[in-house]
């Protein structure tokens, strides 16, 4: 029974295209976010949002909206995709407002598996 | 300065022998420091928290914490091939999670 799910897995479209991923998880979580690993490895916060309110929002394209119906899913959509949005998009869940919250608990943030989106 | 920084690797060490991971911060006042383990093609999953100064040990992992020094360590005793990983270092505060671009470890049979 997964606890960070997310879709697709695997995404390849053409530049231009608009895409959504989902996410769900099933942990009770307050918090869910969305973080991209580039080709280099490196995991970067893009949003996150407790009880479906934004409350982190990076440097990020406005051609990224998140939206979240409801705490336990926020999905991510991308509008008129580019060659540089080729990474790892990984959907995560914390409890609380964040890994901050609670210091000494070890509120921490768990990942989904992930979503490979290539654009060609 | 990069708010976490980790030595990219790869850090070879022979199976058996002890692998030492560092990891240093910029901002004085992270709260919570946490061990990542990263399999290529697989999300992060964590290992190991730890918030005060000092050692931290869970099984053949221990997490070292040195605030002064805003330095955390990750040490995984009797390294075994299954340890061949990149191991992200994080760092929070308030409601936000920094991550380190992570060190790639290579365990030699």
């Known amino acids: 029974d997964t606890a960070v799910s997310q879709t697709p897995k695997y995404l390849v479209t053409q530049m231009g295209n608009d895409k959504s991923i989902k996410c769900e998880q099933n942990?009770?979580?307050?918090?869910m976010y969305w973080y991209k690993q580039d080709s280099k490895k490196f995991l970067k916060i893009m949003f996150s949002y407790n009880n479906k309110e934004l409350i982190i929002n990076e440097t990020v394209p406005n051609r990224f909206s998140p939206k979240s119906p409801d705490k336990a899913h926020l999905n991510l959509h991308i509008n008129s995709l580019e060659l540089g949005d080729s990474a790892v998009y990984f959907c995560a869940s914390s409890q609380g407002l964040g890994p901050g919250q609670g210091v000494g608990s070890g509120n921490t943030i768990y990942f989904g598996e992930g979503s490979w989106l290539t654009v060609v | 300065q990069k708010e976490v920084e980790q030595n990219s690797g790869p850090l070879s060490v022979p199976e058996g022998a002890i692998a030492s991971l560092n990891c240093t911060y910029s901002d004085r006042g992270s709260q919570s420091f946490f061990w990542y383990r990263q399999y290529s093609g697989k999300s992060p999953e964590l290992i190991m928290f730890?918030?005060?100064?000092g050692d931290k040990e869970d099984g053949r992992f221990t997490a070292q914490l040195n605030k002064a020094s805003q330095y955390v360590s990750l040490l995984i005793r009797d390294s075994q091939p299954s340890d061949s990983a990149t191991y992200l270092c994080?760092?929070?505060?308030?409601?936000?999670?920094?991550f380190g671009k992570g060190t790639r470890l290579h365990i030699l049979p």
């Open positions: 942990l009770g979580h307050d918090t």
């Open positions: 730890i918030y005060s100064n």
């Open positions: 994080a760092v929070s505060r308030d409601d936000k999670i920094i």
